[in-house]
Structure formats: C-alpha cells, structure tokens
C-alpha cells in the first residue's frame, strides 16, 4: 500500500467515525424524545417531593461569638520558680509547678470534655431542649417538642429505648448531641476563637452561645484560684518548717505572687477569653438550603429518569 492510499484511508475511517458519533447522538437524541413523557413526569415528580421535604424541614439558627484571648496571668510565678528552683531543690524543697501553659488552649480543650458539657446541661436544665425540641414558633418564639420523646406537660420523657439506654437521655448522648451543634475554630495567626450554637431556636442559640462562654470563664478561674490557695498554704508550712533566710524570702515572694492570682482572678470576669463580637438572635436561618435540595432534587430526577429510559430501550 503506498502512502497515499494509505492517507486516504485513514482520512475515510475518520470520516467514518465522525459518522458513527453524529449517528450516535442522532440516536441518544431520539431515545429521549422518545420517552419525554416519562422524564418529564419522574422529573416533575421529583420537583415536587423535594420541594415538600424543603418545606418540612425546620430552620436551623447559628448564633456565634468571637473571642480574644485574655492576657496571662502566671509569668511571674513561672519567672520565681525558673529563678528559686534550684535553690529550692538544694534545701529539698518540691516547689509547686508554675508552667501551666497557654489557658487559651486550656479553655478550648475544656469546651470540649465530657465533664465540662455534661454539667453544663445538667446546670442550665438543657436536656430538653437539646434532644426533643420539634419546631420553635417564630410567631409566639415557643418551642414545641417531640411527643414521642418529650411530654412538656409533664416534664417526664416518654421514648421507647432498648437497656442500657433509659427514656431519659445520658450525660454521654447529651455530649454526643452537643458536639454535633457546637462549633469552636481558632485563628492561628490572630489567636481569635469563634464559638457556635447551632439550634432549631434561633433564642436559644444565642443564649447557649452567652452560658457557654460566662461558665468557661468561671471554670478556669475557680480551677486557678483554687490552685493558688493551695499553693498558700503549702508555702506558708514550708516557712514555718525553714530557718534559711533565703528560702523564706523566696516562699514570700512566691506567696505574693499567688495572692496577686488570686486578686486578679476575683476582679476579671473574663478570666480565659474576652468576648470582642458578641452572640446576637440570627434573623435568618443558616439551614437548610431549600433552593439547592430542589435543583439538586429536580437534578436527580432527570438523571434517574433517562438512565431509566435508555435501560427500557436497551436492557441488555
């Protein structure tokens, strides 16, 4: 075969196989049209539904806050232990450990705990209003719940579970439902921390959003003043057990210093963060998206209805 025959060939299967690609989409185009009323009534169908479920699906509300770290409090006691350490072990004497690190982290990690949440809803009664809440009434801003899980009336829960689990929620499902509406981000450049209440009660949002922040602060300040009393104590007995007049102005001034903790403490509501924007009542609702659950239920009809048009004209 010489080269042109050759050329002419190839150009002919070319032409050929752009034929078969047009005779193709030719074909895919009639399998279609030919079952139009069946896309267009699965589709339509499928519009329908998704709008309904749009339309019953509850609001969901986020309320959030952002945080500043609030300044630190404990490098003067870090600065005494780094400079009587030494001294301190050569008397025998087991100072107690000043290095506590950044409370940012501590209050983040805290947030976070089993022991933390669960008394935080146990506190503040939020059991029912975190498991059983309906629908909130934007009208009258009443939430109703669900009477399967929760009688209002009578305050007593009502769902059917299997042992162990008890009609009344556990600590540890409270927990598990709290972290699915709680969400806590920090910027590493800034240092700023965002927390956030989702809640079918936009109210109820923003108030958790409030408690959260108020209790994490009360935590962390009892948690240190109760340290720095401790820390008192046991230095004013290491003072009464010594004669060495250095190891007795070191006690002195590490007692300063704790005493200036526990003043500190006792005049600073936001112990751990700063509260820089505020959790309001959203006007708005941040789910659910009722305009993409159509288009991506219309979508789906579509799809599912033409796959089910070519498997009716081909279905082998």
């Known amino acids: 075969m010489t080269k042109s025959n050759q050329e ?4 002919s299967s070319t032409r050929h196989s752009q034929v078969s690609d047009e005779i193709d989409f030719h074909k895919l185009f009639l399998v279609l049209w030919s079952g139009r009323r069946l896309i267009s009534g699965v589709s339509g169908f499928a519009a329908i539904v998704s709008v309904i479920v749009a339309l019953l699906l509850p609001n969901i509300y986020t309320a959030s806050a952002l945080l500043s770290p609030a300044e630190e409090s404990g490098g003067g006691l870090n600065s005494l232990m780094s400079q009587y350490g030494g001294l301190a072990s050569l008397a025998g004497v087991s100072l107690p450990s000043g290095n506590d690190g950044s409370k940012a982290q501590l209050g983040i990690q805290i947030l976070q705990s089993r022991i933390f949440i669960g008394t935080f809803v146990n506190q503040h009664g939020l059991l029912p209003d975190l498991m059983a809440v309906d629908r909130w009434d934007a009208v009258s801003k009443k939430m109703t719940y669900d009477p399967a899980m929760y009688d209002a009336k009578q305050q ?5 579970v ?7 929620p556990s600590l540890q499902e409270a927990f598990k439902q709290f972290q699915e509406i709680m969400s806590i981000s920090e910027d590493a450049q800034t240092g700023y921390v965002s927390i956030s209440i989702e809640h079918k009660s936009p109210i109820v949002a923003a108030q958790w959003v409030e408690w959260l922040v108020s209790d994490l602060n009360t935590t962390v300040k009892n948690q240190d003043v109760s340290e720095a009393t401790r820390s008192i104590e046991y230095l004013k007995q290491q003072i009464s057990s010594t004669s060495l007049a250095e190891l007795r102005a070191m006690f002195f001034e590490l007692i300063q210093s704790q ?20 959790a309001v009542v959203p006007e708005e ?8 659950i159509c288009i991506f239920g219309t979508m789906f009809g579509i799809v599912f209805s033409s796959l089910l048009v070519f498997f009716r004209h081909n279905p082998r």
Not at 286 to 291: D, E, G, H, L, T
């Open 8 to 11: 002419e060939t190839n150009s």
């Open 156 to 160: 007593t829960w009502t769902r059917e």
């Open 162 to 168: 299997d042992p162990p689990l008890t009609s009344k």
């Open 259 to 278: 005493t200036e903790t526990v003043m500190l403490a006792e005049v600073r509501p936001e112990y751990v963060f700063k509260t820089i924007d505020p």
């Open 285 to 292: 609702e941040s789910q659910p998206n009722r305009i993409l």
